[in-house]
Each structure stands twice: as C-alpha cells, then as structure tokens.
C-alpha cells in the first residue's frame, strides 16, 4: 500500500506539468500571449496574405492545396511529362507509391504512383515527389506533391 501511494505522491506531478504541457502551443508560450500574437500578425498583414481558411483544403484528403503555379518549376515540367506519357528521368518514376505513411487517403495497392521532381544541384533523387492516383496513369487529376520524402503533402489543385 505504502508504494502505491508512493508512486502515485511521485507521478502526479509528472502528469499535471505534461497535460499542462498539451495545452501550450509550440514553443511553451501561453496560450493568451500566442492568441493576441497571431491576431496582431493577421491585422498587419494585407489581405492577400491572411491566414488560409479551412475551404483552402482538400475536402476528401483534408491536406492544404497547392497550385500549380506555387510548384517549383521542375514539378511543373513532371505534372506534364505524366500527362503526355512521355518518358521520365528515374527508372523508379511510375511505380507504386505504398502510402505507408498513412497521410494520403487509403486506397487499394497500386493505387498510387511516385514521380522525382528533380532539384537543382543534387546528385541523387532528392526529396522531392509528385504522387498520383487513379487511373490512366497519364491523369493528374488526384496529384499530391510532398518537398520532405513523404513527411507531409499537399494535392495540387487540378
């Protein structure tokens, strides 16, 4: 009995400063503080620079949008080489994107197919990709581009 209250005298206060903890927006500002910052940066920035709104995400995968237009230009270029069906630089371009992350929405296998968006200066594939979904395999319609090797995405608006 006298280690059970021990335990319980010794964890309490771990678990009351981590739920707090929960609470506290990165970086461990109060939550006040972190509130009235970002109203004061959303008031101080023009209109076209506010904050996205929830309908700037995609409503079946819920991830942000992209445009085509805000893509590095050799995702640009990639976007059009699948479409056209014509021939890509890496061998490992067109095959199966196995999702195992989780972030995109669960499909079948072979549902998904990978694609390099090459970067400038590296010598090797590089993080960045483009994924596509569904079929022909020349559709861009579902495409998602990640610039971290699947750690995040965006689809980019069709």
């Known amino acids: 009995m006298r280690d059970v209250k021990l335990r319980a005298l010794l964890l309490t ?3 009351a400063a981590f739920l707090a903890a929960c609470d506290l927006p990165a970086g461990g500002q109060d939550t006040a503080q972190h509130q009235n910052q970002q109203s004061q940066t959303q008031q101080t920035r ?3 620079q506010q904050a996205p709104s929830a309908s700037s995400r ?3 995968s819920g991830l942000r949008w992209v445009g085509t237009s805000e893509l590095p230009r050799e995702g640009t270029q990639l976007l059009r080489t699948i479409s056209r069906g014509e021939r890509f630089r890496y061998s490992k371009d067109g095959t199966t994107f196995g999702n195992r992350e989780r972030i995109l929405p669960r499909q079948g296998s ?3 197919r990978e694609y390099t ?3 400038p200066g590296e010598s090797d594939r590089g993080a960045r990709r483009i994924v596509c979904g569904g079929q ?3 559709s861009t319609a579902e495409c998602y581009y990640t610039a971290d090797h699947y750690a995040s995405f965006r689809r980019i608006r069709p």
Do not use: F
Request: glycine share 6%.
């Open 13 to 15: 206060p771990l678990l």
């Open 117 to 119: 968006v090459p970067t």
């Open 58 to 60: 995609d409503p079946q």
């Open 46 to 48: 023009p209109p076209a």
């Open 136 to 138: 022909p395999v020349t």
């Open 110 to 112: 072979g549902y998904y």
